[in-house]
């Protein structure tokens, strides 16, 4: 069994196709962003003591695939040479490069009621 700690990574992205960006905040239902954007939820592949942390689309892409990363995935490790928390810190250094605003978003996310 293995001891993971917190989760930290948003479980939906929102992608906007037309500007390459990603938000935490999902768009509200019926907008015309809403439509345009593609969202993705957070997959943890586990093999072994080695996770993987990918995004996957409701479009059946995966967000590093529309987002150019060399690798499947947006962040990995093994979990006997590093801790959970700094392969997430890792992924979301990754994905900060596609969020505009990337500290009022994680404000914001971190401070939800």
């Given at each position: ?6 989760v930290?990574l948003?479980t939906w992205?929102s992608?906007?196709p037309?500007?390459n960006m ?5 768009p509200e239902?019926h907008?015309?962003d809403?439509f ?7 997959q943890l592949v586990f093999s ?5 942390v990918?995004y996957y689309g ?5 967000l590093s695939?529309?987002?150019?990363f060399?690798?499947?995935?947006i962040?990995?490790?093994d ?5 959970f ?6 992924a979301?250094?990754a994905?900060?490069n596609?969020?505009p605003?990337?500290n ?10």
């Amino acid at each position: 069994m293995l001891e993971l700690g917190k989760v930290y990574l948003p479980t939906w992205l929102s992608y906007d196709p037309e500007t390459n960006m990603i938000s935490l905040d999902l768009p509200e239902v019926h907008t015309p962003d809403y439509f345009k954007n593609v969202f993705y939820s957070l997959q943890l592949v586990f093999s072994g003591t080695r996770v993987t942390v990918m995004y996957y689309g409701e479009d059946d892409t995966y967000l590093s695939q529309v987002l150019y990363f060399e690798n499947w995935d947006i962040a990995g490790g093994d979990l006997e040479s590093e801790s959970f928390g700094k392969i997430q810190e890792r992924a979301l250094r990754a994905l900060g490069n596609y969020i505009p605003d990337l500290n009022r978003e994680v404000y914001d996310l971190f401070n939800e009621e």
